[in-house]
């Protein structure tokens, strides 16, 4: 069902139906702008790596990479040559001191982002190939701000446990989405901004987005999936056992992607 989503959304919308029409009177025809900026902030190096292969493995949009790199500086050169390498070819890195908040941090990319579309991204946890495509479709069909997932997986790496969490909060209206699946329009994201806070800033923008007025979206569960392990390199620092009694069902047991990733 998934899988028949995608396809239909990507080629079979009445706004389809009308660029046909347009087509073949002989009108041209605007491609929808669907870029989007990857914005990551990052205060490990050992990470940089996986940031640049999750964005270039990203398919059906155009996408770009505006790398935040939180007290460390990161090597440009061996960054975009990677990226390249992989077909990442629109990579920026905006260095971010060390005594900044992730607000902030987060406020500097923001300003570097050039796509229609700012999509937050985490440094560690995985998304599938589609993850972009599949929330840039899905902002295409609601009247949303945001869009994100609050149904998602859960890779609890010490145990190799695998959690559902927040089922049944699929294709609706929610207050929050998690931080690390935030989509949104760049210009919107850069109007509201984020607070200058050490922590909970994903929750204060959401806030503030629906004390404006705007609609938060869940969508599907799939192509993300968040890992934890050791809680002191997270900036949410709770713990297996307590992710485990809050809204959460062990699925299985194992590698989450031949599951989680559509």
């Known amino acids: 069902a998934h899988l028949a989503r995608r396809a239909a959304l990507s080629r079979h919308t009445w706004a389809h139906r009308v660029e046909t029409v347009l087509d073949r009177l002989g009108l ?11 914005l990551v902030p990052t205060r490990r190096p050992d990470q940089v790596g996986h940031v640049v292969d999750t964005v270039a493995a990203q398919v ?53 982002a050039s796509g229609r579309f700012t999509a937050k991204m985490d440094d560690d946890n995985l998304y599938g190939p589609h993850y972009l495509q599949d929330l840039v479709l899905e902002l295409g069909t609601t009247s949303a701000q945001v869009v ?21 909060h699929e294709h609706r209206e929610v207050d929050l989405v998690q931080g690390g699946t935030i989509v949104m329009a760049t210009e919107d994201l850069r109007d509201l901004g984020f607070a200058d806070l050490p922590r909970r800033v994903d929750t ?3 806030d503030r987005v629906r004390a404006d007025g705007g609609r938060v979206w869940s969508a599907d569960r799939y192509n993300f999936v968040s890992r934890r392990g050791d809680p002191g390199g997270h900036t949410w620092t709770v713990t297996d056992a307590e992710l485990l009694t809050r809204a959460s069902t062990v699925v299985f047991y194992g590698d989450p992607s031949r599951h989680a990733i559509l």
């Open 148 to 168: 994100g997932k609050w149904t998602h997986y859960v890779h609890l790496t010490g145990s190799d446990a695998v959690l559902l969490r927040f089922a049944g």
């Open 60 to 112: 059906g949009v155009p996408v770009e990479l505006v790398l935040v790199t939180h007290g460390f500086t990161a090597p440009g050169a061996e960054l975009r040559a990677r990226a390249a390498e992989r077909g990442l070819e629109h990579v920026t890195v905006v260095p971010a001191d060390a005594d900044l908040t992730l607000g902030a941090v987060l406020n500097l990319g923001t300003r570097a």
């Open 204 to 206: 204060t923008l959401l």
């Open 28 to 38: 041209a025809v605007t491609p929808p702008d669907r870029s989007v900026t990857a």
